[in-house]
């Protein structure tokens, strides 16, 4: 594995470090941390900061490159991700706004969505990885997500929760809505969402890693942020979509966004290599999803 941690010297940096670090370490790979300054007199400076960072990591096995560029950070963190291969991407944010809510710079969002590897996104001190919780969403465009983060629990000896939410649905659908309360009694049936919670708890089983299905129900972020207090995770994985244009790039979805913002946790962000549904499929996957025949 490759990483490459993102930094400009900050405490916001050296969180990200620290937290890649870990995945580094259990996993043996090769790090780079490339410093992005504002101008080349900074950028000499920054080198010998993230030397002094990159020395922590070798005395702990891991192998590190230092690189530092001056310029725009989108610009040039983009540009380094297509000349060269990286299997994931972590990046520092800070913690703003009086509500506590984690808010990214639309730098951070803008970096998200413009490359193709896994993005970390670490806004907290975090010293260990033992507990992932993958929001899974019920859809088969999670199952990117689903093999990355089921390879590094492996390597971690990390445990993963699957969630899913169910928004709670109209009153003629109460039956249906009902059965789906109960785990044993969905993970049993033959209905879509059935289906992908059974294949992706299978893909974290055979990577010989302990998994548990957790059913949330009502607002979804609520029923994330919730999970991830009483869980205690260390780590949140979320989705994103592909957009088909000739840069490839990708779109965080609503739920996606604020889980980034909202969460005191680490995200991983990593992109779906399926071609997302139109409106009119995605309507229709939600009316039959409770038991209702579209026209």
Not at 176 to 193: F, P, T
Not at 200 to 218: F, L, N, W, Y
Not at 223 to 245: F, M, P, Y
């Amino acid at each position: 594995m490759k990483i490459l941690v993102c930094s400009d010297g900050s405490e916001r940096s050296k969180r990200a470090i620290s937290f890649a670090a870990i995945i580094a370490i259990a996993t043996k790979a090769e790090a780079t941390i490339f410093g992005i300054a504002q101008d080349h007199q900074q950028e000499t400076k920054l080198r010998g900061v993230l030397l002094e960072e990159g020395e922590k990591l070798k005395a702990n096995g891991v192998r590190v490159e230092i690189a530092t560029k001056s310029g725009d950070p989108v610009t040039e963190i983009v540009q380094l991700t297509r000349d060269q291969v990286y299997d994931l991407v972590a990046i520092g944010v800070e913690r703003r706004g009086a509500q506590e809510f984690f808010l990214p710079s639309a730098k951070a969002y803008s970096i998200t969505e413009a490359i193709s590897p896994p993005v970390l996104i670490v806004p907290c001190e975090r010293p260990q990885l033992k507990r992932i919780l993958i929001c899974s969403g019920g859809g088969p465009y999670i199952e990117n997500a689903v093999k990355f983060a089921a390879a590094i629990a492996k390597e971690l000896s990390a445990q993963v929760a699957l969630l899913n939410v169910i928004p709670a649905p109209p009153a003629m659908h109460g039956t249906l809505y009902r059965r789906q309360r109960d785990v044993d009694a969905l993970l049993k049936s033959e209905s879509a969402l059935a289906r992908n919670l059974r294949n992706e708890k299978k893909i974290i089983e055979d990577a010989g890693v302990p998994v548990s299905i957790r059913m949330g129900h009502g607002i979804v972020i609520d029923q994330i942020l919730n999970e991830v207090t009483k869980g205690d995770h260390d780590l949140v994985v979320a989705g994103s979509w592909a957009i088909r244009n000739r840069w490839r790039s990708y779109m965080i979805g609503n739920i996606t966004r604020e889980i980034v913002n909202r969460t005191d946790r680490p995200v991983l962000v990593i992109r779906s290599d399926k071609k997302p549904k139109s409106l009119a499929n995605q309507l229709r996957r939600m009316v039959t999803k409770f038991g209702a025949k579209p026209d």
